[in-house]
Each structure stands twice: as C-alpha cells, then as structure tokens.
C-alpha cells in the first residue's frame, strides 16, 4: 500500500493534540467566505490550467507522470519513485472521505496507481472513454478539489514548525500572510503549497536545498523590510525558484519553466 501524504501531513495534528494544547496555529486563520474560496479556486485553476478544461489530465513534456485536477495532483505507477510528493491519490481519499464517489474505473484499480506506464500511451489515451470520464469528473467536482487544496495549507503549519529552528518567526509570519490584504494572503499560501510543497519533504530537495513554503518563509525573514509584505513574499518566491532552476539536473531543463513561475508568483502581490 502507498504512504498517503495527505494523510501523513493530517498526522502532524496528533502531536499538539497530545500536548493538551487547547488551541492549535491553525484557529488563528481567516476564515474564508464562499464567494472568496471560489475566487482562489477560480485563481488556482487560472494558474495550472488557463482555465481550460482539457488540461485536467495533462502530463507535461520532460515530467514523467500525468497531472490531473485543478491543481495538477501528481500520479505514480505502481512502484514509481520521484523527487516529488505524490498527491493524486490523497485527493482520491479525500474525496470518499467527502462522500463524493469516484469513478468506478478509477476505484478498480490495483493500489490506487496510474495506469499509464509513459507519455506516449497517456497522450494516446487522451480521447478515450475513461479519459473522458475522469476529465468530466474532474470538471464536476473543482470545488471540492479547491477544499483539498485549503485544507492541506491549514495542516502544513505544524510540519513547517517542525522543521525549522525558528518556529515563533515562522508561525508569526505565516499568520501575519495569512491576514494580509484578505483574502490574498490566504490565496498566496494556499497556491504555494499546492503549487511546489510544504518544503519538509527531504526528497523535494536539490543540491540539498528545498523549494517549498518554508524556504520561501526562511528566505523572507532574512530579508524583510519595510516594503508591503506581499510584495516581499512573492519576490521571496522568486528567489528560491530561481534558487531551484540553478540547482535542477540539467537534463530536467527547468530554466524553461522559469517565466511561467515568475508569472504565478507575481499574482501573490495584487487581488485585481
């Protein structure tokens, strides 16, 4: 059976718990409406897929697994191992854990993994009945995709407090985001995380230096000054892209990707 990071990152709740700590770092979050969870769904959708629905099932030139749902979750064959947190399957659990039922398809398979053993046969498959049947799925159920997203922000503080030696500045600058210009600096953290990671995954790393939230928050309080905040966050982004392009495997050629990155991280800076 598969680890589910989800439902590991969902663990890292239990140790607080334990504690007897009566509250959490996760209460002190804005608690968002309805019209602006759909207006970060609508963003994040924006931002993997231009809003179109065909790259629901995508699987990108030089990656090598699909990625599917508004927030292109990653898909493993049976056995795969990658530098990358896997997050497809946890979506798939979320989904039951909702009530809402899969594909039948999708819930026959052996383990829960991708049955595309490459590209080439994904692309092939692309029209077909079954693609066709989890792209519609995937279309239906979007605001329960956005929920997944939200949800795996709020669990991540706990796992970035316990890998960081400065727990108090991280917690009080991922809170103080949080609040910022409501609800973007909800809609910055939420699409980091989905968008590259907690940062705590010690696979996710090159040349031993990580991508994720964290090092984004790490970077941030190094740096900060007394320009606006979420404009120091999104060029705390930037950096620690830039810093992930230099230190890629040249034959990944992620330089290719840089413009697109910067572009994402440059909607953390404005709600317009």
């Known amino acids: 059976m598969k680890k589910r990071p989800w439902s590991l ?3 890292l709740l239990f140790p607080l718990l334990l504690s007897g700590c009566s509250r959490l770092p996760q209460d002190d979050l804005p608690v968002l409406t309805a019209e602006q969870t759909d207006w970060i769904g609508e963003r994040i959708f924006a ?20 990625s599917l749902g508004i927030g292109h979750f990653i898909w493993y064959q049976a056995g795969q191992q990658d ?4 997050s497809f399957p946890a979506l798939l659990d979320f ?22 053993p490459d590209r080439v046969t994904f692309l092939a498959e ?15 159920t979007r605001a329960v995709q956005v929920q997944f997203i939200i949800e795996r922000m709020h669990a991540s503080l706990p796992a970035l407090l316990e890998h960081t030696t400065q727990k108090e500045e991280v917690a009080a600058l991922f809170l103080e985001i949080a609040r910022s210009e409501p609800p973007l600096g909800m809609y910055a953290l939420i699409d980091y995380v989905n968008f590259k990671g ?31 905040l979420m404009a120091q966050f999104s060029r705390s982004a930037k950096v620690i892209l830039a810093r ?22 440059a909607t953390y800076m404005s709600s317009l």
């Open 198 to 228: 907690e940062g705590t995954a010690e696979a996710e790393r090159y040349a031993g230096q990580g991508w994720g939230l964290l090092q984004v928050l790490e970077h941030l309080l190094q740096t900060r000054n007394d320009t606006p």
């Open 9 to 11: 990152a969902l663990l």
């Open 126 to 140: 692309l029209e077909s009945p079954r693609m066709q049947i989890l792209r519609d799925f995937l279309n239906d």
């Open 83 to 86: 530098v990358f947190v896997e």
């Open 47 to 66: 931002n993997e897929c231009n809003l179109k629905t065909a790259c629901l099932t995508s699987w990108n030139a030089g990656e090598d697994f699909p």
């Open 244 to 265: 992930r392009i230099m230190n890629s495997p040249g034959d990944r050629g992620e330089a290719r990707w840089e413009e697109g990155w910067n572009a994402r991280v």
């Open 95 to 116: 989904y039951e854990a909702q009530g809402v039922a899969i594909p039948e398809w999708v819930a026959s398979l052996p383990g829960r993994d991708s049955p595309w």
